[in-house]
C-alpha cells in the first residue's frame, strides 16, 4: 500500500495560487491518485483524481509527473473558504483490489485575507 | 454524483450507555463500506471494512465487540458503539465503496462520551 508524504501546513493569501505537493514514492501500476478535501466535524470531500500526466477540472488541477512518485494539488485564485486538511491518497479507487486507503496527516492550509 | 448519509451528525451519551451510527448511500448501492475514526487535528484511521451480508473485518487494536458492524442491505451499514466511555468520544465517518463512483463519504458523526 502506497504511503504518501505531504507539508503539514501551508500559509497563503486570498487571490493567489496554491500548490501542494504530495510525494507517494512506491506508488502502484494500478494506484491513482486522489485528494480530498475535508473542513472540520464534515467527511472528507472528493477534489480530483487523476493517473498520469495533468487533470483539470472546476475546481482544481493535479499535475502529476511521468515517473508518478509525485503530485501536485493546484488550487486557483483561493478564497478564505479553502481553509480546510488537504489529503492525498494513492491506491486502486476503483476497488478492483488492494482497495483499502492510507491516510496520511494532511496538509492543513490556512488561507488569509 | 453519489451521497452517503451519515446520522446522526453529532450525538451525546452517558458513560456505559450504546450509541448506534447510520451510514445510508441513496439512490446507489454498497456493497463495501468503511467505518473510520478521527480523533481532534489527527487522520482518519481505518476501524473497520463492512461488506453486505457478511462479518465486518477490524483493523488491528480495534475491538469488534464494542464497535458492533451490521452491513445488512446494500444502502445501510450501521457501527454500534457498545458501553461507550469517554475515551470512545471522536470523530466517527463512513465510506462506501463502488466501482462506479470510487470512494463517497459521510459527513461523519461527532461522538461525545460523558
Known amino acids: 500500500l502506497a504511503k504518501t508524504t505531504q507539508p503539514i501546513s501551508m500559509d497563503s493569501y486570498e487571490g493567489q495560487e496554491v500548490n501542494i505537493t504530495c510525494s507517494h514514492n512506491?506508488?502502484?501500476?494500478?494506484?491513482?491518485i486522489t485528494w480530498y478535501q475535508q473542513f472540520p466535524s464534515q467527511g472528507p470531500r472528493f477534489i480530483i483524481q487523476?493517473?498520469?500526466?495533468?487533470v483539470t477540472n472546476e475546481v482544481a488541477s493535479l499535475f502529476i509527473p511521468a515517473d508518478r512518485k509525485s503530485s501536485t494539488l493546484s488550487l486557483p485564485r483561493v478564497s478564505l473558504s479553502d481553509t480546510a486538511v488537504y489529503y492525498c491518497l494513492v491506491g486502486d479507487m476503483k476497488g478492483d483490489s488492494n482497495y483499502q486507503l492510507i491516510w496520511g496527516a494532511g496538509t492543513k492550509l490556512i488561507i488569509k485575507p | 454524483g453519489a451521497v452517503v448519509s451519515q446520522h446522526p451528525s453529532r450525538v451525546i451519551c452517558k458513560s456505559g450507555t450504546s450509541v448506534k451510527i447510520e451510514c445510508r448511500s441513496l439512490?446507489?448501492?454498497?456493497?463495501?463500506m468503511f467505518w473510520y475514526r478521527q480523533f481532534p487535528k489527527k487522520s482518519l484511521m481505518l476501524m473497520a471494512t463492512s461488506n453486505e451480508g457478511s462479518k465486518a473485518t477490524y483493523e488491528q487494536g480495534v475491538e469488534k465487540d464494542k464497535f458492533l458492524i451490521n452491513h445488512a442491505s446494500l444502502t445501510l451499514s450501521t457501527l454500534t458503539v457498545t458501553s461507550a466511555h469517554p475515551e470512545d468520544s471522536s470523530f466517527y465517518i463512513c465510506?462506501?465503496?463502488?466501482?462506479?463512483?470510487?470512494?463517497?463519504f459521510g459527513s461523519g458523526t461527532r461522538l461525545t462520551v460523558v
Open positions: 465510506s462506501t465503496l463502488t466501482e462506479y463512483y470510487g470512494y463517497t
Open positions: 487523476g493517473y498520469k500526466t495533468k
Open positions: 439512490d446507489f448501492q454498497a456493497t463495501t
Open positions: 512506491n506508488i502502484a501500476t494500478n494506484d491513482y
